[in-house]
């Protein structure tokens, strides 16, 4: 005896959470039906697998009904085909835009093309994520890209608004497309200890401060490109460097700030050169956008890196940028203050962000 | 005892009066026949028993197949039997009828059945319904009201007696109608339970659901007997043959595995009773279900005994007494599990049964007569009478076993076939229909009886056990209006659909409840008060159910004793009386209460548009820096479905008329969509949807008395094809919630201000 049909079909579609999650991950039916019974759903309730099969079948097929819907969410509140209570269809949406954070560290900054999408295979062996999952999320990224790539507006509440998406993942997806856009180098071996949250949070960081819709919020691709003109303007800072008589003087308004309250005084006072020029540097080759792919990576290697081998604390990075950024303002000749903040402010929240004790 | 007999012989002539009253209103009848299954309190007097028929025809002998002639015929011969049948049982009238066909090739068996029925002669005069029976609800919600047995004997007494033989409502119907020294078939009858004047059977099957006045002990659950028999393949009339020998055969099991699962239970009652025999090439397929209850008004059922034909060795000996060891726990363990705990000292105040000790021989196989044996194994049992199970063949093996193997329900769950489960009341708003259907493959062609009831058994276990695990976030709760539909489609293939509503209930009030419920009158009048000041405004809702259920067979009754013989020609006729009835009592509605109408109305806008199935606030623009912003139209309407007649916790304020659709699907792609449950998965989901756009469109927020009348489903999968005809109908209306309710009636408002309602909605 075999079962050929089986379906169970509610007036209200049933939709079991832990199942979703199974579909979600990528498992197949077997192993979903494996892992349940592992789970102990089955004592609870004195089923048999037969009947834990029969249900993640019946749960499988509803939520393949439902995927197509969930690539425009909008669509599944106004759809007739399945009655889901609000609750569950935010729920529906929210998770099937969730991403794993192993897998979103090894596309982010890539271009999401197809080349990227063959590759996927490699990225489920090494994180171990099951390739179906990295395709979802892959596709995720790519289809938010997509339709945010033709809106006007700002970019996390454009996602919101389209996705149905909570604030925290909007802003997630925000980053991931301002990373795809800008084509953000985060893979190099320097880069790994940070989470994708440290990069988010720089996108954020990056996103108000640093785009055209930081001051225009009405332009196309306002939050996904840098501003031109500021980023020129980025140049005149060099100044700081260049002149003799502002680097020194700018290194005793610093160290005079900082003596006595840190342990890493000496350290400080022996890089401040190094340090200030690597800024500073990083600042004046935002123009081209091969260096803008390497913000990140030359933010590390020419700031984090060396503090980090001289033991500064997250205390002393926090007390260095603050002073750094505030002896400008004392420095007579240098009249660059309204760029020197722009640009201050993200980098010393980024580098905030990424120092790791 | 004494006074007792007495009552008994004077209710003689009251009885024969009674008859001859009732006769003469239904008499002219052709067919004093009615497919409802819910009446109004006293108009059922007595119940006889389930009476059917069934026949097997061969539809290549029709010669118009086009015309109706031969067919219509058919059926009037078993409804001519089905009346006579009634009438041996002393009855006149046939409630809960139903008639069923199943066809394989060109064989068809033609079934009907219902329960003989006394019914009360005053309801059958044209128009009565309008003057007395508009308060009583027919929809049958759960009301406390309704529920106490002293709120219906007061209104019985002052509304309908005259010439009633005085047996109180909650137990009248459970009375016998015919005569006890004259019996139909060997029973055995004891004194009413509830008035202990009148004689009622040891055990009822009926067909209709629990009348609202009946008293019930404990809660009742789904029983069902299943069973499957091969038979060879053959054509026309040796197929037929073959099929008329076998039907009687398995009539008799269904019904001995009916009694016994009852008895199992500690249950004296099946009401909704639905024996489904289908016919396949080389199968036969039995499925009968029922709710089973206490009836307080009846004895309560005795245990089961195992006795061994040949005592002949130990290991024997033993066997049998591990099975009645089993049964004993299980008949204790249901007790508990059901709350069945009949009061004990009523057996000594009215004396053992009749002792008619040829009960049931006609009645069950494998049951043991032997006077000796009964007195021997009735010690474990005292006074109750025990029911003998012989095993004397392997076929009584495997009916204790498939006794026993009846996988108990699980915790938190309860089930039945009727529209509500006794002795449950306070039913949240959590509602889930559902259908479920299922196809197995008999895989090994040449199987025995035994295995294929066990394959069959198995199949409707486990699909119970699906929708237990499937609704568990429910718990507590309970299936009501399970309806299995079973077919063979193919030559090895079974297909079981089911269709049923899932309702949670209230634990902590339930408890509450049934604390109040056995409390006594003193709140029932509270509760009384109350639902009579509803009264006068809530004709606007319950007139119309009333009117609907009621009026089709009442004038099309009257005007079939005009016209003798059914023609479709006086249906138009009889159609426009129905109308116009309709029409009048529409009418006076719409006089009484135009301002309460229209608030409802309103209401129930306020209430469709708050029930929007979107996770979006409501009345955004679509301009772009609006708050969000969501480029579709409007919200979708949440439509509730449900097979049953009303809607716990809601009040149905308007009826928008019947939805019966027929939607036939075909896809040469099945692999493509997801093999054969892909394609009826998706094709369930898109008539539901149909179904619940069609409600919305009309303004309804619900669809009640649904049914899935038909699906049909066909495969070729080497062609990839797959073909699938459903039909599906149910009344589209709009409800309101209660506790808006509160807030419509003028007259409630003044004296109970709890003013919740009126402002939060409107």
């Known amino acids: 005896m075999s079962v050929e049909l089986d379906v169970f079909v509610g007036n209200t579609t049933i939709m079991d959470e832990e199942v979703y999650q199974f579909w979600l991950d990528g498992y197949t039916v077997n192993d979903a039906v494996k892992v349940r019974m592992e789970g102990g759903v089955l004592e609870e309730c004195e089923a048999s697998a037969e009947v834990l099969r029969s249900d993640t079948m019946d749960q499988y097929r509803t939520f393949q009904m439902c995927e197509r819907l969930l690539h425009s969410p909008a669509k599944l509140a106004n759809q007739l085909l399945f009655q889901i209570p609000p609750h569950r269809q935010a729920m529906l949406i929210e998770r099937y835009y969730t991403f794993d954070g192993v897998f979103v560290r090894e596309v982010l900054g890539k271009k999401l093309s197809k080349g990227t999408k063959k590759d996927l295979d490699d990225v489920s062996a090494k994180t171990g994520v099951t390739l179906k999952s990295c395709r979802r999320q892959f596709d995720n990224f790519k289809r938010v890209f997509k339709v945010v790539e033709e809106l006007k507006g700002p970019l996390v509440e454009n996602i919101r608004q389209h996705f149905l998406l909570s604030d925290k993942l909007a802003r997630d997806y925000a980053a991931i497309v301002f990373f795809a856009n800008n084509r953000f180098e985060t893979g190099k071996k320097k880069l790994h200890y940070l989470t994708f949250q440290d990069f988010a949070f720089c996108a954020g960081q990056l996103i108000s401060n640093w785009t055209v819709g930081a001051l225009d919020n009405m332009v196309e691709d306002m939050d996904v490109d840098l501003e031109k003109e500021f980023l020129q303007d980025l140049k005149e800072l060099k100044i700081l460097i260049t002149d003799k008589d502002l680097l020194d003087q700018h290194k005793s308004l610093v160290c005079t700030a900082l003596r006595g309250k840190t342990k890493a005084f000496n350290e400080m006072e022996a890089n401040f050169k190094n340090l200030s020029r690597g800024l500073v540097n990083i600042a004046a080759k935002l123009t081209n956008t091969k260096d803008v792919r390497d913000f990140f990576i030359d933010l590390v290697e020419k700031f984090i890196e060396p503090c980090r081998s001289d033991k500064w604390t997250a205390g002393d990075m926090r007390l260095y940028l603050t002073h750094y950024t505030n002896s400008a303002h004392i420095l007579d000749t240098f009249k660059h203050q309204v760029v020197w903040d722009r640009y201050m402010g993200v980098i010393k929240s980024c580098i905030l962000k990424m120092y790791h004790d | 005892m004494g006074s007792g007999g007495s009552v008994g012989k004077e209710a003689g002539p009251l009885k024969t009066l009674l008859r001859q009253h009732t006769q003469s209103a239904l008499e002219q009848r052709e067919f004093p026949i009615f497919t409802l299954t819910c009446f109004p309190p006293g108009f059922l007097v007595h119940v006889g028993g389930v009476v059917s028929t069934r026949s097997v025809k061969l539809l290549d002998r029709i010669h118009n197949p086009d015309e109706p002639e031969t067919r219509d015929a058919w059926w009037e011969e078993i409804r001519q039997e089905i009346k006579s049948h009634a009438k041996a049982l002393g009855c006149h009238a046939v409630v809960g009828y139903s008639e069923s066909t199943s066809i394989c090739e060109e064989v068809c068996i033609l079934s009907a059945s219902g329960t003989a029925a006394m019914l009360n002669p005053r309801f059958m005069r044209e128009g009565c319904l309008d003057i007395g029976g508009s308060d009583h609800r027919l929809s049958r919600q759960p009301h406390p009201g309704m529920v106490g047995s002293e709120r219906g004997e007061g209104e019985v007494?002052?509304?309908?007696?005259?010439?009633?033989?005085?047996?109180?409502?909650?137990?009248?119907?459970?009375?016998?109608?015919?005569?006890?020294?004259?019996?139909?078939?060997?029973?055995?009858?004891?004194?009413?339970?509830?008035?202990?004047?009148?004689?009622?059977?040891?055990?009822?099957?009926?067909?209709?659901?629990?009348?609202a006045e009946a008293e019930v002990t404990g809660k009742g659950c789904l029983i069902q007997a299943r069973l499957c028999r091969t038979k060879k393949k053959a054509q026309g009339e040796v197929n037929a043959t073959s099929i008329s020998n076998l039907l009687p055969f398995m009539e008799y099991e269904l019904h001995t595995q009916l009694m016994n699962k009852l008895k199992l239970r500690s249950m004296n009652a099946l009401f909704g009773l639905r024996i489904q025999i289908s016919v396949g090439e080389n199968m036969l397929l039995g499925l009968a279900s029922a709710t089973g209850v206490y009836l307080s008004a009846l004895p309560a059922p005795g245990g089961i005994q195992i006795a061994g034909k040949t005592p002949s060795d130990l290991?024997?000996?033993?066997?049998?007494?591990?099975?009645?060891?089993?049964?004993?726990?299980?008949?204790?363990?249901?007790?508990?599990?059901?709350?069945?705990?009949?009061?004990?000292?009523?057996?000594?105040?009215?004396?053992?049964?009749?002792?008619?000790?040829?009960?049931?021989?006609?009645?069950?196989?494998?049951?043991?007569?032997?006077?000796?044996?009964?007195?021997?194994?009735?010690?474990?049992?005292?006074?109750?009478?025990?029911?003998?199970?012989?095993?004397?063949?392997?076929?009584?093996?495997?009916?204790?076993?498939?006794?026993?193997?009846?996988?108990?329900?699980?915790?938190?769950?309860?089930?039945?076939?009727?529209?509500?489960?006794?002795?449950?009341?306070?039913?949240?708003?959590?509602?889930?229909?559902?259908?479920?259907?299922?196809?197995?493959?008999?895989?090994?062609?040449?199987?025995?009886?035994?295995?294929?009831?066990?394959?069959?058994?198995?199949?409707?276990?486990?699909?119970?056990?699906?929708?237990?695990?499937?609704?568990?976030?429910?718990?507590?709760?309970?299936?009501?209006?399970?309806?299995?539909?079973?077919?063979?489609?193919?030559?090895?293939?079974?297909?079981?659909?089911?269709?049923?509503?899932?309702?949670?209930?209230?634990?902590?009030?339930?408890?509450?409840?049934?604390?109040?419920?056995?409390?006594?009158?003193?709140?029932?009048?509270?509760?009384?008060?109350?639902?009579?000041?509803?009264?006068?405004?809530?004709?606007?809702?319950?007139?119309?159910?009333?009117?609907?259920?009621?009026?089709?067979?009442?004038?099309?009754?009257?005007?079939?004793?005009?016209?003798?013989?059914?023609?479709?020609?006086?249906?138009?006729?009889?159609?426009?009386?129905?109308?116009?009835?309709?029409?009048?009592?529409?009418?006076?509605?719409?006089?009484?209460?135009?301002?309460?109408?229209?608030?409802?109305?309103?209401?129930?806008?306020?209430?469709?548009?708050?029930?929007?199935?979107?996770?979006?606030?409501?009345?955004?623009?679509?301009?772009?820096?609006?708050?969000?912003?969501?480029?579709?139209?409007?919200?979708?309407?949440?439509?509730?479905?449900?097979?049953?007649?009303f809607l716990p916790g809601t009040r149905i304020v308007k009826y928008l008329g019947i939805i019966n659709m027929f939607f036939i699907r075909e896809t040469t792609s099945l692999r493509e969509e997801g093999g054969v449950s892909g394609f009826l998965h998706s094709f369930i989901a898109e008539v539901f949807a149909m179904v619940r756009a069609h409600v919305a469109a009309l303004g309804g927020n619900a669809l009640v008395s649904y049914s899935m009348k038909e699906c049909v489903f066909m495969e070729n999968p080497n062609k990839n094809q797959a073909q699938c005809l459903i039909n599906v109908s149910g009344d589209a209306v709009i409800f309101i919630r209660e506790s808006d309710q509160e807030a419509i009636p003028p007259l409630l408002t003044s004296r109970q201000t709890s003013g919740t309602g009126a402002d939060g909605t409107t």
Not at chain 2, 171 to 183: A, R
């Open chain 2, 315 to 645: 290991s024997y000996d033993q066997h049998i007494s591990t099975i009645q060891k089993r049964i004993d726990d299980t008949i204790a363990k249901n007790k508990e599990l059901y709350n069945i705990h009949p009061p004990e000292c009523i057996e000594e105040v009215v004396g053992s049964p009749i002792p008619d000790r040829q009960r049931s021989s006609r009645l069950f196989r494998s049951t043991s007569e032997s006077s000796d044996e009964l007195s021997e194994l009735d010690l474990s049992h005292g006074k109750k009478d025990a029911f003998v199970l012989e095993i004397d063949d392997t076929d009584a093996v495997e009916d204790i076993q498939s006794l026993l193997t009846d996988a108990p329900i699980p915790a938190g769950f309860y089930s039945c076939n009727t529209e509500v489960m006794p002795g449950i009341h306070n039913w949240t708003s959590g509602l889930q229909m559902f259908t479920s259907v299922r196809v197995y493959r008999l895989s090994n062609a040449n199987l025995t009886n035994q295995g294929l009831n066990k394959i069959f058994t198995d199949l409707c276990e486990n699909l119970l056990k699906s929708l237990y695990f499937k609704l568990r976030s429910m718990i507590p709760c309970c299936l009501c209006h399970l309806n299995f539909t079973v077919a063979v489609p193919e030559e090895e293939l079974i297909q079981v659909a089911v269709t049923a509503v899932a309702m949670s209930f209230d634990k902590e009030t339930q408890q509450a409840a049934d604390r109040a419920l056995t409390r006594g009158s003193g709140e029932n009048e509270e509760q009384l008060q109350f639902s009579m000041e509803l009264c006068g405004e809530s004709t606007i809702s319950n007139n119309q159910p009333t009117a609907k259920p009621s009026g089709v067979p009442e004038s099309a009754m009257v005007h079939s004793s005009r016209a003798p013989s059914v023609d479709y020609g006086s249906f138009a006729d009889r159609c426009s009386t129905w109308l116009e009835l309709l029409r009048l009592k529409a009418h006076t509605i719409r006089r009484g209460s135009v301002k309460t109408s229209r608030r409802t109305q309103l209401l129930a806008h306020s209430v469709s548009s708050s029930e929007r199935c979107s996770p979006l606030p409501e009345g955004r623009s679509r301009s772009l820096r609006s708050t969000r912003s969501l480029p579709c139209g409007a919200p979708v309407t949440v439509v509730k479905m449900t097979p049953l007649s």
């Open chain 2, 157 to 211: 007494s002052s509304t309908w007696l005259g010439f009633e033989d005085a047996s109180p409502p909650s137990c009248g119907f459970v009375h016998i109608p015919y005569d006890e020294f004259n019996m139909p078939f060997p029973a055995q009858l004891t004194y009413c339970y509830h008035c202990r004047r009148q004689k009622v059977p040891d055990v009822l099957f009926t067909t209709i659901d629990l009348p």
